[in-house]
């Protein structure tokens, strides 16, 4: 499988096949974003692909077949025309953000009809940035300004073309298993047999509190000429560890920038107590991670292949978590959004989230269209629902 430190070589593969992840994985990722057919999860390509062997890779049937084959006759080619109209002019009151990796596609992406960027992964920038190294090993070195420069570029480079509106940058969220991979990563990174649950996000800043001032330090830089940059922690589990967080984006060169806004990914079930408290901390939106979520709240490893069939953001439990974490952020006066995989993969997720009332999704930038679509079809649909529902009770009491 992939880890962030791959990103230069997918921008210039034609397709990408990795034997294990699920589709929420790297590779799955950032794939979609960079426009590169992924197939995930084949247990064996590696294997059977071999040097010097021409193949087609297929990333929508999940298939890799010898040879060139022909293309397929797009099955959408019937549909009506109104199903395939751009949906540049919709007006929602929903936002659409998109999610983004790296600064490559910014200028593009800001181009189409979307509200700004509701997820700026971090973990991308942050390998380049750092010339490949773990950021310890960088730190040993000397090179902290490097890093800093290196990270405030890129981010101005995303920030730039979206104008004034909102580019909400997560916080790194590398795993233990993922900085091992970057240079040096071995001799500072322990081991752990669950990484997915261990020593990360919120937490890891707290413990290693140098990394995490290089990367507010870049993000001051970045803010002085892109105010439209913003803030979000990952990876949250309790009240006195954002808390200690927040202090130290206070004793940063962020103190001062009081109009940033402050973020958490609602990533882990513990968000349903909470909130409320995160809010008082001084947060002022919420982003539901449903990859996490669901991953935590399923008992399912994201990145298995092998019970990937149980990974379902739309299951009941999930969808009944994130309806009452929306709820309670409307009651707590805080924005709220969702930027998992699920409204890219199944656009009438979008239906859901509307109807609950959420205040913006983030979607993959080959999703936006579709997503823009779909919001404003659901908030029509409710829209209707209650003139019908207020015309029906107005026809109760006239004839009462």
């Known amino acids: 499988m992939t880890n962030p430190d791959w990103l230069p070589t997918i921008r210039r593969a034609a397709a990408l096949v990795t034997d294990s992840g699920g589709v929420t994985c ?31 890779v297929n990333g929508q049937t999940g298939e890799v077949v010898s040879g060139v084959a022909k293309p397929v006759a797009s099955t959408t080619s019937s549909a009506p025309a109104a199903t395939i109209i751009s949906s540049r002019g919709e007006i ?24 700004g960027v509701g997820l700026l992964r971090a973990e ?13 090993a960088v730190i040993a070195d000397g090179d902290q ?19 004034s509106r909102p580019v909400v940058y997560r916080a790194n969220d590398f795993r233990t298993n993922e900085f091992r991979e970057l240079t040096g990563g071995q001799q500072y990174e322990p081991v752990e047999h ?3 649950i261990g020593y990360r996000g919120c937490y890891r800043y707290l413990r290693d509190p140098d990394v995490f ?6 993000l001051a830089a970045a803010r002085e000429n892109h105010p439209n940059i913003h803030l979000m922690i990952p990876f949250v589990r309790t009240k006195w560890e954002l808390e200690r967080c927040l202090e130290l ?13 402050r973020w958490v990914m609602a990533e882990v079930p513990s968000v349903l107590y909470w909130l409320p408290e995160y809010v008082s901390a ?7 991670g449903s990859n996490d979520l669901t991953q935590l709240i399923l008992g399912v490893d994201r990145d298995s292949e092998t019970c990937a069939e149980l990974f379902d953001e739309r299951d009941p439990a999930v969808l009944d978590a994130i309806d009452r974490i929306i709820a309670s952020a409307r009651s707590l006066g805080i924005t709220s959004s969702l930027c998992g995989q699920a409204p890219s993969t199944h656009p009438e997720f979008a239906d859901e989230l509307v109807r609950m009332g959420i205040s913006s999704i983030s979607v993959n930038p080959d999703a936006i269209d579709d997503a823009r679509r779909q919001v404003a079809r659901a908030e029509k649909r409710l829209l209707l629902a209650s003139a019908r529902a207020e015309h029906q009770a107005a026809s109760a009491t006239a004839r009462a």
């Open 249 to 261: 984006v206070d004793a940063s060169a962020l103190k001062d920038h009081r109009d940033m806004h």
């Open 26 to 56: 790297h590779a799955a990722i950032v794939a979609r974003e960079v426009g590169v057919p992924c197939v995930v999860g084949t247990h064996s390509g590696t294997s059977d692909l071999h040097d010097g062997e021409l193949v087609t």
């Open 194 to 196: 669950n990484p997915m």
């Open 213 to 218: 001032k290089l990367e507010l330090q870049a």
């Open 145 to 163: 300004q490097m890093f800093v420069d290196n990270m405030a570029t890129a981010l101005c480079r995303i920030a730039g073309p979206f104008g």
């Open 124 to 136: 991308f920038m942050l390998t380049e940035a750092l010339d490949g190294r773990h950021p310890r």
């Open 282 to 288: 001084g947060i002022d939106g919420v982003s539901i």
């Open 92 to 115: 929602t009151a929903t936002k659409v953000y998109v999610n983004l990796t790296s600064p490559e596609n910014a200028d593009r992406v800001a181009a189409q009809d979307v509200d």
